[in-house]
């Protein structure tokens, strides 16, 4: 595991966009798993500065979204589709049938979570998959429970992940209950994982996912596994991994 701590958060996004970027220069064709929420969004914005200077070009890079809200509309600001052509996809030359993002309002959600995977299959192994870090341990929307699952799956969101998302929202009652996620099997099948966390409310999850016991009630743990994690901190996240 390679930890890299930042004393700035422009210095973090620089470092993140620059492994994204980097891959890409080196391997156009690149398959990137990406991530929502709030720790991203700086990474992605420097991601746009290199592609605006020309130092970065993704027409031939293939994407796929980590998650998506049941029943939320395509449109609405708060879908990851929303998040992801706002943040990125709007401002580079991804040509969009490359960027997969599962489809939560599909009419079979079971059926939608086994097209995603057929989509993964085919694309074969993700190159880089960027990863957040949710305050109980989740990854995507793994939550911590007494089993995890390895493809995409329907997943019922816990109270705790849908109140901290509720600041995006008007009220509590307004955050999906339920979302499509990649599974734990697809994301420890990528070649190298980019897991980014930010802030003193994460510190104590983190260290406890890097060096506490590996256990599904903590899903970032099994990332210990991982034989290529590249881990970008904030001081505060860091502060307990000193
Ligand atoms: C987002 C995702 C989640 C977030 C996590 C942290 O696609 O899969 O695991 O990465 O909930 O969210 P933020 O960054 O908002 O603290």
Do not use: W
């Not at 599904?216 to 743990?221: F, G, L």
Request: charged content about 15%.
């Amino acid at each position: 595991m390679n930890l890299l701590t930042f004393d700035s958060h422009q210095k973090l996004h620089e470092s993140g966009a620059g492994i994204i970027t980097g891959l890409v220069q080196t391997n156009p064709r690149a398959i990137l798993g990406l991530a929502t929420g709030g720790t991203p969004v700086g990474i992605y914005q420097e991601i746009v500065k290199s592609f605006q200077q020309g130092i970065v070009r993704f027409q031939d890079t293939t994407t796929f979204n980590l998650d998506e809200y049941v029943g939320l509309p395509e449109q609405h600001e708060q879908s990851y589709r929303s998040y992801m052509n706002t943040h990125l996809f709007d401002f580079i030359d991804l040509p969009r049938s490359q960027a997969h993002i599962p489809d939560g309002n599909a009419p079979d959600l079971v059926a939608e979570c086994q097209s995603y995977d057929r989509l993964l299959d085919q694309a074969g192994q993700i190159d880089l998959q960027v990863l957040g870090l949710g305050h109980n341990g989740h990854i995507g929307f793994n939550e911590p429970d007494h089993a995890l699952i390895s493809g995409t799956h329907i997943v019922e969101l816990r109270e705790e992940t849908r109140q901290a998302n509720a600041r995006y929202f008007g009220s509590l009652g307004e955050v999906p209950t339920h979302a499509l996620t990649m599974g734990v099997g697809t994301i420890l099948k990528a070649k190298m994982i980019l897991l980014i966390v930010k802030g003193q409310d994460k510190a104590e999850i983190i260290h406890r996912a890097l060096t506490g016991p590996i256990t599904t009630d903590c899903p970032a743990s099994l990332l210990q596994t991982h034989p290529h994690l590249v881990v970008l901190l904030d001081s505060e996240a860091g502060s307990l991994l000193q």
